[in-house]
């Protein structure tokens, strides 16, 4: 059908089924990280959707569904056909190893949500993330009277809550034209909308097409079927030819149209006994109370289950536990990511497996031990903030990597949090910008609620002093200004981490971070680097030690020594950025590197937890002005939103480890010309000058590693830093 159809119509748009048939970067899940390139493609249907008068609004999965049998399965398979992508390029199939890599399953749709969100405030496109599943909640904007929407971009799923027609594709038309300087036809930006059409399914075709079957045997089909929320029926896993809906249809069909029949007599084999049959009966069965039942946030902004005079007494076991009404609503802003929101509400922590499968004792003991109070702190400052119920919540922690063990807590048990020795930190407008334009004076702008303004005005004892300040009791002279918020919290996250004492001033460690930051410049793009530096010096992570001894991509020319330095300059460009265009990644691969900057993502994961609800609990407690429409520009003000890939890494790898195997890898002519061939080696990035960034990355954290030693921090190996040191400063 022609898109004028839907002209000056409202889309609800599924997030995560807009990004399951979006573009894709194929080696994402071998770099990590934000994508490259598809910001602009992105960027372009979206804004041709809006010219032939769409208006779209997003929404977004908030916290987990009650139902999920298999957690740690489809990380635990991307992983897999990750390590098989990396054996083929190892076996230099580089062709069919991107193909590999882009098929893996990895990064999920909900990896990149965070980057789908960020996008879509800079083009002011409105989302809304729902309470749990963002099927429901769209279901209920089309069904309302006021009809918020007036057309769903979504999955088939959706006919499970009543929707009877839904767009599944938009099929966008470009002129193509000749380029004559290279004689081949490309596609132009210009785009065709009387040529533009979308694809749409509806209910009562599908119903006619299966043989006027009724609604309800249709919706239990798909069910059958698979989706997000309950897998596929078990028997027809191990159909050779696979299967249809139809096909589904009939089986079901002849079980009297019940999944109740089915369930109870369907041939069990030594394949697939009895007992998997009942308990898939009773996964659908809580399921299908869920859809019936489903939690929206109303028009109004109420928390509701529909029909909910008829929903049975436990139906926080079918869809899960409602949190207080008040963080539900800083979700749906995207204040704060659903991550931590989920632990505290379904009482467990998943940690699944990264892109390189976390196979190393060294990521398994982070993520298990070094970790661990981190996670507990977050949970702890939360609950605290909220209702007696949660600070008695029963928790349970389970790892990819032995499932079957459970880590029991009770929340109670890690009370009093921090709560109220961070409760001094209510700095006002007036004292941030006059600090702002003195520090201002010698360094870049530094806005308030960055990290580099948070410790350089710290440097001063006396105003360090000054910013000890108690919350106002009459509630009139709230924090309301997005600098205030972000400023206060930025403050609050690094006193929980150590870098700030109880009288706010910078610790040793504090004190070691400015270091860094000093030598950077106090630039704003690289102190989410220079933080995450000190934490893995800290965590004993920053190192040169065999951590993944089985993985491919280590240097591995020259002698120990030269790969030694090799390795400890690459791992520490792992935490910066690469210069790079807009457009997918194209160069060398390191699964090392790879595992590396999974310990990285892991520690700023645990970094934004802490942040986030640093910044919530001041919004809990009644310290910050809750009327507002800031809520995206607070939550991309704070640290840590956006993670940069592995690219930086293996550019300073490729030059230092082809240095090595050159007569003169110091002198002048040879390091010119290996640093000439970086476009041969890393397409569309700028190679000398992320070379450059990576150097410069080094020579901060070199300064925070003396630092460290100096202020008597436990600092492994200082003699190592300053061979390496030595050796990078005749390679550089």
């Excluded at 139906?315 to 989920?342: F, K, T």
Aim: charged content about 25%; some cysteine.
């Amino acid at each position: 059908m022609p898109i004028s159809a839907l002209n000056n119509s409202v889309i609800g748009i599924d997030a995560t089924y807009y990004l399951e048939g979006a573009a894709k970067e194929p080696l994402l899940s071998a770099m990590g990280g934000f994508p490259l390139g598809l910001e602009p493609i992105f960027i372009r249907e979206l804004h041709d959707l809006q010219s032939v008068g769409l208006r779209l609004h997003f929404v977004f999965n908030g916290l987990d569904d009650g139902v999920n049998d298999d957690p740690f399965g489809p990380s635990l398979a991307a992983a897999k056909a990750n390590a098989a992508a990396f054996e083929t390029y190892d076996s230099n199939s580089a062709a069919q190893a991107k193909e590999l890599f882009g098929t893996s399953g990895s990064p999920p749709p909900a990896a990149l949500l965070g980057f789908l969100k960020r996008l879509l405030h800079k083009l002011r496109i409105p989302f809304t993330v729902a309470p749990f599943n963002a099927l429901a909640q769209l279901a209920y904007f089309e069904k309302h009277p006021s009809q918020f929407i007036d057309a769903i971009y979504g999955p088939s799923e959706l006919f499970f809550y009543g929707v009877d027609k839904l767009i599944t594709k938009f099929k966008l038309a470009y002129r193509p034209h000749e380029d004559p300087r290279k004689g081949v036809v490309k596609q132009s930006s210009h785009f065709i909308p009387e040529q533009s059409e979308f694809e749409w399914i509806d209910r009562r075709t599908c119903l006619e097409e299966l043989g006027r079957i009724p609604s309800d045997l249709f919706a239990d089909a798909l069910l059958l079927a698979g989706s997000r929320t309950l897998g596929p029926f078990p028997a027809i896993k191990n159909f050779e030819k696979g299967y249809t809906i139809r096909e589904v249809t009939n089986l079901l069909a002849s079980y009297g149209r019940s999944v109740v029949n089915l369930c109870n007599h369907y041939p069990d084999d030594k394949q697939i006994p009895r007992s998997v049959y009942l308990n898939y009966l009773d996964q659908y069965k809580r399921v299908l109370t869920g859809i019936r039942h489903h939690i929206v946030i109303t028009m109004e902004g109420d928390i509701e289950a529909l029909d909910k005079v008829n929903a049975p007494h436990d139906l926080h076991d079918c869809v899960g536990q409602r949190l207080p009404e008040e963080l539900n609503m800083y979700l749906s802003r995207g204040l704060i990511q659903p991550r931590v929101l989920n632990w505290l509400a379904s009482g467990r922590i998943l940690m699944l497996a990264p892109y390189d499968g976390g196979d190393s004792q060294v990521y398994q003991n982070l993520v298990r031990v070094q970790l661990d109070p981190l996670r507990k702190q977050a949970i702890a400052l939360l609950a605290d903030s909220t209702h007696r119920y949660w600070q008695k919540k029963e928790m349970t922690t389970k790892y990819w990597f032995d499932p079957r063990q459970e880590a029991n807590f009770n929340v109670k048990d890690l009370l009093p949090s921090p709560k109220d020795s961070l409760a001094s930190w209510n700095v006002r407008g007036s004292v941030l910008s006059g600090r702002q334009q003195m520090l201002s004076k010698n360094t870049p702008t530094m806005p308030p609620g960055s990290l580099c303004f948070a410790v350089r005005s710290l440097q001063d004892a006396d105003f360090a002093a000054s910013t000890v300040t108690s919350r106002s009791k009459d509630g009139r002279e709230l924090l309301g200004t997005r600098e205030e918020i972000c400023a206060n919290a930025v403050w609050r996250f690094l006193q929980l981490r150590g870098y700030v004492d109880q009288q706010h001033q910078l610790t040793s460690w504090g004190k070691v971070l400015n270091s860094m930051l000093s030598v950077m410049g106090y630039r704003l793009e690289r102190e989410r680097a220079a933080l995450l530096a000190v934490e893995l010096l800290r965590f004993d992570l920053l190192k040169a030690d065999t951590m993944f001894a089985s993985y491919s991509g280590a240097p591995f020319r020259s002698t120990d020594i030269d790969r030694r330095n090799c390795m400890l300059v690459s791992r520490v460009a792992c935490l910066g950025r690469l210069i790079h265009q807009q457009k997918g990644y194209s160069g060398p691969l390191s699964r090392h590197l790879q595992a590396y900057h999974s310990m990285i993502s892991a520690i700023q994961a645990s970094m934004r937890d802490l942040v986030e609800v640093s910044m919530v609990t001041m919004f809990l407690e009644g310290s910050v002005e809750r009327e507002r429409e800031d809520w995206m520009d607070i939550a991309l003000t704070l640290p840590f939103f956006e993670e940069d890939n592995c690219g930086l890494g293996v550019a300073v790898l490729q030059y230092l480890d082809e240095l090595c195997v050159r007569p003169d890898p110091t002198s002048e002519a040879t390091r010119i010309e290996m640093k000439g061939r970086g476009p041969d080696l890393m397409k569309y990035c700028d190679f000398e000058l992320s070379l450059q960034h990576g150097f410069e990355l080094w020579d901060a954290v070199y300064c925070g590693v003396k630092q460290a030693k100096a202020l008597g921090e436990e600092v492994r190996e200082l003699e190592m830093w300053e061979e390496v040191d030595q050796w990078l400063s005749r390679r550089r």
